[in-house]
């Protein structure tokens, strides 16, 4: 795809210097892009959005999805013409230790963002990355399709399944009228690339694992899991991003997978 679509677009990221998220500011600084991003603090060290040197090609602000009067503040600075969702507790293991945080953070989190995105005139395409551990699991072996039924099992899974649900009732509830801004989940499953350096992935651990010369660990050696590269599901999130600020109808939900 051609990123000439970006040059001099206003583009909000939350969750941005988490290993998506930093990932995509490169790409649209790249790109050409306005780039605001709204997150807390890299959880790694070290970090990838520290080693591309992002800070200094765009704004960044910390502070967290949950608190809406700094987020409804970055939002209204920002005038952002695309936001991308990526705000989220993201690991299946945390969301058993920290299921509160993990609900607040990823369904609420949502909520708020959405909420704000109502008084954001400039708004033309929003998109919600969520996960393809949305849906029910039968343990069949199978990819899934966007109608399927969500209905994630773990606290992370759920809470993407939630935070898929209130998208679409706010497309449908809230930003229905023609002049409202386009809005679609993207769902995508296990991704790989370099800077990763977060807990509770399989390619990081065992290459940390290879480092400490310890045996490789897989905590579920009978699950099926399909990788991909990052650039690949993020290069989906831009094109449908792109899509739909020209065309209000294809929204909706879509997978991106290997």
Partial sequence: MSLSFYKNKKVFVTGHTGFKGSWLCRALIIAGADVTGYALRPETNPALFELLGLKKDMKSVIADIRDYSALLKSLKS?????????????????SYKKPVYTYETNVLGTVKLLEACRYIPSARSIVNVTTDKVYENKEDDRSFKENENLCGYDPYSNSKSCSDIITYSYRNSFFCEKDSPALSTARSGNVIGGGDFAADR???????AAQKNKPVIVRNPKSTRPYQHVLDCLSGYLLLAQKQYNNKRLQGSYNFGP
Avoid: G, S, T, Y
Wanted: hydrophobic letters at 50%; glycine letters at 0%.
């Fill in 78 to 94: 920002a005038k952002p013409e695309i936001i991308f969702h990526l705000a989220a507790q993201p690991l299946v293991r945390e």
């Fill in 202 to 208: 399989i390619i990081p651990d065992c290459v940390r």
